[in-house]
């Protein structure tokens, strides 16, 4: 240990042995004026002895003309310049001290004189001169205190911490008569960091002599050194006397960091009432503390007091109150203060969860600047980027950070190297970025080869898990998420995955058992907030209206002017798995000879339940007979890709609108399946059997394929293909109704996202057709439609659709040209 620091460590008694100038009065200078020159001087002459009194009460000044007058009286006198060294060294003039005495033959004079210039030469900086010196006086009297305890701090000071620990035995054997060898003996121990026994040794001290008040302080220093901020604190609330200003202060902010730190871990037991338990002790201490310094002197409290509040935030960061850490910082900033990265992060941290991922990417580009590749600030500043949607920005961001890190780490007293712990969450939070940049693919075969390699891993089991629900297979997800939560029943992550997935498959008492744990296990998480906002709007009421109009040019199905109005009113669940459901529709077109139309009203119930969802509802017409009805459906999805529905209605609306001036009603049957492969494939096909009261027979079959092709975040480009086929059993049918009809068409799909934030996005989808049409007794002829369709949610309870198309259909073998256009909204009320 340096010497330099070894004498900014000792102060008070100490600062004699140091060497460092004390009040005469103490009891060890009486003793050396009264031991050694004093008694040479009272022997040879009365002026020796008057200058060695002066000394003694301080008068330096004095003292020294009548030793240098006699000295140039007897400038052989060695005595006399042992005297004169002495007092040169007690007047702090360290330097004539040792220049003078350097070259006395010291082993035929006093020990105190050779004492005395040590400590002079310590003071000087000259460390190895001085155990030198202290070594001549315990060859000659080993029982000199002063010798030992010089000799031991010169070791230490000279930078042999290993020789000064050779003296512990003599400085403990001495400590109980001379507490300052109590002292001096923790200083060598700390000297070789073994802080525990040097506290230990600096306790016994101030246990045994109440007067040796000094000993607190070192005490508590290396408690400090040791991390132990709390028993460090507690040894100044023990000693005698106050401790320093700034010394006192840095015990209580290095107390409060402490207490920060450990309320950022779990506690043992989670749940609204103790999750918090604490970081609110750690919050209360950094309050307490700031009321204790502020009865301190400012002008030495400034960086203290400047940590403190830094921790503040930090402990308010943990505690969820990103409010008040904003205005923290503001507050910082407004005074001049440059804040350290760590508070930039928190600052950070706040702001992205007050969702202002702006500034949150600007304070962690500050913070990095300073605290070059942290990986929490680094991960912190790649999920801002995401928040922003700078995706590419964000992957070269950890790709660069991986790069830099190696797979293994070799920690201190460890043979082996252990795995680096800040390498699989940068890799985990990469593959993540890819699924929120629309890469689900790419994200989920990078987290499947990282769970082959690491199966029990709950981290990686539950970012799969998460993937897996986004490409839409919530069962496979859920199964895995259980899977995750047996190795870690309170990881959050995965309840809330849970609770998601089992609102994807209609479970809602599954997922409201799940919500209610998560309330109690982390009630202030943001994911948990959100998924309980998903399960409440999931059982409000909702509310859902489309209208479209349309105009052709010709007479074909629509006539040359149609219109539709439907609305769906959906109630809350009924024991989790009924809803009651209620609306009505109205479809009208205008036809040369008149209006046709359909125009009812409908009520029934929804049963969901795993993995059935059926529902029945009764029907009639609003306006003249009542033309009563029922209608069907039934849909059965035994896995998360395959589902099959069957529907029925007696008095069905699929007649066509021209067929109603007729008063022609009919009933129909409909069987379908579909596979959906994952988010970028999918296809369905149905039949369907339509029997009409005019004795016509209409049967048709539909197929469609949808195919992803590309996928940038923000767009998405897919190609579908349909096919329809019809025929009919009647040729003479008031209404359009070819004997059989062929079509095949080709769309491309363009879906861009142009603005999402959180819960809030705004979307358009274009879409261009393409196709042909075959109608019995007529060529074939090519059909083309353009679309553009915005949706707006402007938040998880509200939704807006609006669009307009263009199409050219054929209609036996005439082409017209059809524009239309929609609004739609969905609105779900508490």
Not at 439 to 447: F, H, I, M, V
Not at 694 to 715: C, F, K, M, W
Not at 797 to 805: D, K
């Amino acid at each position: 240990m340096p010497g330099r620091w070894l004498r900014m460590l000792t102060w008070g008694m100490i600062g004699v042995l140091a060497g460092v100038a004390c009040p005469l009065g103490s009891p060890l200078v009486a003793q050396i004026a009264e031991g050694g020159a004093a008694a040479t001087a009272t022997t040879l002459d009365p002026e020796r002895d008057r200058a060695v009194r002066l000394a003694r009460e301080g008068e330096f000044d004095e003292a020294l003309d009548i030793l240098r007058a006699l000295h140039s009286e007897s400038p052989e006198d060695v005595g006399l310049r042992g005297d004169l060294a002495a007092v040169l060294s007690w007047a702090g003039r360290d330097g004539e001290a040792i220049e003078l005495g350097g070259h006395l033959p010291l082993q035929s004079l006093p020990p105190i004189i050779s004492e005395a210039i040590a400590r002079s030469a310590r003071n000087m900086d000259r460390p190895t001169f001085a155990a030198g010196l202290y070594r001549d006086v315990l060859d000659r009297s080993p029982d000199r205190v002063e010798s030992q305890i010089g000799y031991a701090l010169s070791l230490v000071e000279a930078g042999q911490p290993a020789r000064a620990l050779e003296r512990l035995p003599h400085l403990r054997a001495l400590s109980a008569d001379h507490p300052q060898a109590g002292i001096a003996a923790g200083h060598v121990l700390a000297a070789s960091e073994r802080w525990i026994e040097a506290a230990r040794e600096y306790r016994m001290v101030g246990t045994r002599a109440e007067s040796m008040a000094e000993a607190f302080p070192h005490e508590s220093r290396s408690l400090r050194a040791l991390g132990a901020d709390h028993l460090a604190l507690g040894a100044m609330r023990r000693s005698p006397a106050p401790y320093p200003a700034e010394l006192h202060a840095e015990l209580l902010a290095g107390r409060a960091a402490r207490t920060v730190e450990w309320g950022s871990t779990v506690p043992e037991r989670r749940g609204p009432a103790d999750r918090f338990l604490a970081v609110d002790h750690a919050l209360a201490t950094v309050d307490g503390a700031l009321d204790e310094i502020a009865r301190l002197p400012a002008d030495e409290v400034g960086f203290p007091l400047l940590r403190l509040r830094f921790d503040r935030l930090v402990a308010l960061r943990e505690r969820e109150r990103m409010a008040d850490v904003r205005e923290g910082v503001r507050e910082l900033e407004a005074e001049g203060v440059e804040l350290p990265p760590y508070v930039q992060r928190v600052a950070a941290d706040a702001e992205l969860a007050l969702r202002n991922p702006r500034e949150a990417v600007l304070r962690y580009r500050i913070a990095l600047e300073g605290w070059p590749g942290h990986p929490e600030t680094t991960l912190g500043l790649f999920y801002a980027l995401i928040e922003e949607g700078r995706y590419h920005e964000a992957d070269d961001l950890l790709v660069a950070f991986i790069e830099g890190q190696p797979t293994a780490r070799r920690s201190d007293g460890m043979n082996e190297p252990v795995s680096n712990p800040d390498l699989l969450p940068a890799v985990l939070a990469r593959h993540l970025g890819l699924a929120f940049a629309g890469q689900l693919a790419r994200a989920e075969a990078g987290l499947a080869d990282l769970h082959a390699r690491a199966p029990m891993n709950a981290d990686i089991r539950q970012e799969l898990a998460s993937v897996w629900l986004w490409r839409g297979w919530p069962r496979e997800a859920d199964a895995l998420y259980r899977r995750t939560l047996a190795v870690d029943p309170e990881r959050v992550g995965a309840r809330v995955g849970r609770a998601s997935a089992a609102l994807a498959t209609q479970e809602r008492a599954t997922a409201r058992a799940v919500v209610d744990t998560l309330l109690w296990l982390a009630p202030e998480s943001e994911h948990v907030r959100r998924v309980a906002q998903d399960l409440r709007v999931d059982g409000s009421w909702a509310f859902a209206s489309r209208a479209e109009l349309g105009r052709s040019t010709g007479v074909g199905d629509l006539g040359t002017r149609d219109r539709m109005l439907e609305t769906r009113i959906v109630s809350p669940p009924i024991a989790n798995r009924l809803r009651l459901v209620a609306g009505s529709r109205r479809a009208d077109a205008r036809y040369p000879e008149g209006l046709g139309a359909h125009d009812r009203a409908f009520a029934g119930l929804t049963l969901s339940s795993r993995p059935v969802v059926a529902e029945l509802t009764g029907h009639a017409d609003r306006e003249g007979e009542l033309n009563p009805g029922v209608s069907a459906r039934l849909e059965l999805r035994p896995d998360d890709r395959w589902s099959f529905d069957l529907f029925g209605d007696s008095r069905t609306t699929e007649v066509p609108l021209r067929a109603t001036r007729e008063a022609i009603d009919g009933w129909t049957v409909r069987l379908g399946v579909a596979r959906r492969s994952h988010e970028a494939r999918r296809w369905s096909a149905q039949a369907a059997l339509l029997e009409m009261e005019d004795g016509n027979r209409r049967q048709s079959a539909y197929l469609n394929i949808e195919q992803q092709v590309a996928r940038t975040p923000g767009h998405r480009f897919a190609l579908m293909t349909e096919g329809y086929g019809a025929t009919n059993s009647r040729d003479d049918a008031p209404y359009f109704n070819p004997r059989r009809t062929l079509s095949a068409s080709g769309s491309l799909l363009w879906d861009w996202t142009l603005m999402e934030r959180r819960e809030r996005s705004y979307s358009q989808r274009v879409s261009l057709t393409g196709g042909a049409m075959d109608q019995a007794d007529f060529d074939l002829r090519p059909i083309l439609s353009a679309a553009v369709e915005h949706r707006w949610v402007v938040h998880q309870r509200f939704e807006l659709i609006y669009g307009a198309s263009w199409s050219l259909p054929v209609y036996d073998g005439v082409r017209e040209r059809r524009t239309a256009g929609h609004l739609g909204v969905t609105w779900r009320v508490p």
